[in-house]
């Protein structure tokens, strides 16, 4: 497994493809009022940095970082998707890592996501719990959600930097 995470800044068919897939994931997990996943266009505005992850070039996962409109310090973690035939093999991992990576290295503080409470995240959570999340209250404009689940991470326990992506 050769592994590249690179920094997005333009569509491709294949990202577009990924992304719709991981709203088709999401689709029956919470209703549709409470779920805020980003379409691809709004992972490709200014104040929004999206990632990808390729396997000799095939893509396998994302995320992005989204800038929170009342805070410079603090970002939130989005479109987090690893593909459903390579789960389990630490891809998830290592994007998260290189996620607080980039946050870190641009002097922000603290990262904070929402994530689905169903069965279903339950692996997201642990994914989270292990690169130091915590659970926490709503943030930004969320509201209080019995199918959200809020964690935040202060970076400076989050540990030393990881390798930057490109």
């Known amino acids: 497994m ?3 995470i690179d920094r997005v800044m333009t569509a491709t068919p294949d990202l577009a493809e990924f992304l719709l ?7 029956g997990t919470a209703p549709v009022e409470s779920q805020h996943a980003l379409p691809l266009a709004g992972l490709l505005v200014p104040g929004v940095r999206l990632f990808t992850a390729r396997d000799g070039g095939v893509l ?3 995320g992005a970082l989204a800038a929170m409109t009342d805070d410079d310090d603090h970002e939130e973690l989005k479109s987090m998707r690893t593909d459903p035939a390579r789960r389990g093999r630490g891809l998830g991992s290592l994007m998260v890592e290189a996620l607080l990576a980039d946050a870190r ?3 922000v ?3 904070s996501l929402e994530t689905g409470s169903a069965d279903f995240f339950r692996p997201a959570h642990a ?9 926490c209250g709503p943030f930004g404009d969320y509201a209080l959600d019995p199918h959200s689940t809020f964690m935040s991470v202060e970076l400076e326990e989050v540990g030393p930097p990881v390798p930057r992506t490109r």
């Open 2 to 4: 050769s592994i590249v």
């Open 21 to 27: 897939a991981h709203h088709a994931d999401m689709a």
């Open 109 to 111: 503080r603290r990262v």
């Open 60 to 62: 396998v996962a994302t």
């Open 127 to 135: 994914l989270y719990a292990r690169a130091g999340f915590r659970e």
């Open 105 to 107: 290295d641009r002097g």
